[in-house]
Every structure is written in C-alpha cells, then in structure tokens.
C-alpha cells in the first residue's frame, strides 16, 4: 500500500469517527409483516403448527385436556408459543451432540424419541432449554421431565438417563448462560410404577377421545401448565359450566 493511501485511509476513518451520530435524522418504523416472515419460518420449520399422530410419551405427561384440545380442536399458537418453541427446537439442535444418533420406539401404543443417543455408549439423552435459575434446578427437577424421563427408560429398559440442561439465565447473575448436565439413575419398581401412572393417563385420554368430551379441566395438569396456556378461557368457561350443572 502507498504512504499516501494510507494516509487517506487513517483521514478517513478519522473523519468518520467524528460524525455526530445525533446529527443522523433516522425515522424508525415498525416493520410488523417481518416479524410475520420470521415467526412463519420458525413455525414452518420446526412443523410447530403440524398435528402429531398417535399418542407420544409427552401427550401423557403434560395435560392431558390440552392434548385433548390439541388432536381434536387446535387452536393456532401464539407467536409466543411460536418464539418458545422454535427456541427450544433452534438450541437443542445446536447441542445436540456431534455424531449422536436418533430413534422411535414404540411400546403399549406409546411413541417415544428421546432427544439424542450418545456416541460412546448409546446411553438416552434429552437436550432442555429453560429460564429457570441454576439455583432451582439444583433444588429440584421439573415432575414433567422426570416423568417423561422415567418413560424413556422404561421404554428402552435402561435404567440411566443423560440429561442436558441449557439455563439460558444461568442463575440469574452474571456470567449468564449456562450448560449444566447429569445422569439420572432410576430403580427397576420406579420405572414400573411411573409406566403403570402413563398407562392410567393413556386410558383416561383415548376414553376422552372416544367420547369426544375433553378429560375435566385442571384436573390432567401441572398447575404452572395453566398459566399462559392458550386453552385457559376455554377452560374456565367449561369449569363454570359444569359448577352450575352440580
Ligand atoms: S388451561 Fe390448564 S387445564 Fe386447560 S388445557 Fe390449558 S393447561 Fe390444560
């Protein structure tokens, strides 16, 4: 390069360092039809929208009146639910690790994927995304993941389980995220008692199926479930229905 090129250059970049950014007029306008180019991608991409077929293991273990309204009268997600999935989908995919390998199984009409299967050893591994705080986690594991972690096993007739966890808040304290990983070991009358729970679950949901009635609301759930759940005026609306009929 010539001396005075880059004489120029460092003129330049000098120059350009000192314009006054509160001298730039710039209108910001909001650009709603890309969010919806966005939010479509994300739901097409990970099949958001699709109904599954069959009964799968987290049919069973989330709520059951949901899952209900989800096979029988969808409602669309919300673009939040879309932004929570895709997140999930989008992460665990990232994380999943290089070389892990997939699988359906299928056991007392129950289907079953679990996340990923690892190299070494071919061991169960299930990949969360959560914005709980590391400090919660350490305390306790969320039932649902234990539930269907313990159907997992049963299904594969393991009896240990990988389970890697991305707290995207970490504990809420900087330096934030955070990875943090483990093996469950369950006990052979654990895994039984837990199958033997689903199975009640299964019957209850193919009952409500088959009557076309929903299993009762608030009933089939975690409480947290119902918090944003999209399904929740329905809900209360049934729920006060069927008070005003006792
Ligand atoms: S509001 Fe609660 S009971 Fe109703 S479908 Fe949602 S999670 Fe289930």
């Not at 995304?129 to 350490?138: D, V």
């Not at 369950?186 to 689903?198: C, P, R, S, V």
Request: glycine share 6%; charged share 25%; net charge negative.
């Amino acid at each position: 390069m010539h001396a005075y090129q880059l004489t120029e250059m460092v003129e330049a970049v000098g120059l350009a360092s000192k314009l006054p950014l509160q001298g730039v007029t710039m209108e910001r306008i909001e650009n709603p039809e890309l969010d919806r180019l966005a939010l479509d991608h994300l739901a097409n991409l990970y099949k958001i929208k699709d109904k599954r077929e069959g009964i799968h293991l987290s049919t069973l273990v989330y709520c059951l009146t949901r899952s209900f309204f989800d096979q029988l009268a969808p409602v669309e997600p919300t673009d939040e639910e879309v932004m929570l999935f895709a997140l999930g989908y989008g992460l665990q995919d990232v994380l999943t690790p290089t070389g892990a390998g997939k699988l359906v199984c299928i056991k007392d009409g129950i289907t079953y994927s679990p996340d990923f299967l690892l190299k070494l050893n071919g061991s169960l591994g299930e990949i969360k995304t959560t914005r709980m705080s590391s400090k919660t986690l350490e305390d306790h594991l969320p039932e649902t993941w234990i539930e269907y972690i313990m159907g997992g096993c049963y299904i594969r007739e393991e009896t240990s389980y990988n389970l890697m966890v991305l707290l995207m808040m970490g504990n809420y304290h900087p330096p934030f995220p955070k990875i943090h990983s483990e093996t469950l070991v369950f006990e052979e009358q654990e895994l039984q008692a837990n199958w033997d729970y689903l199975l009640g679950r299964k019957e209850v949901y193919e009952e409500a199926l088959s009557s076309n009635q929903p299993p009762q609301p608030f009933q089939w759930c975690k409480d947290w479930e119902c918090k944003f759940c999209k399904y929740r005026l329905q809900c209360q609306a049934m729920e006060m229905v069927a008070k005003k009929e006792v």
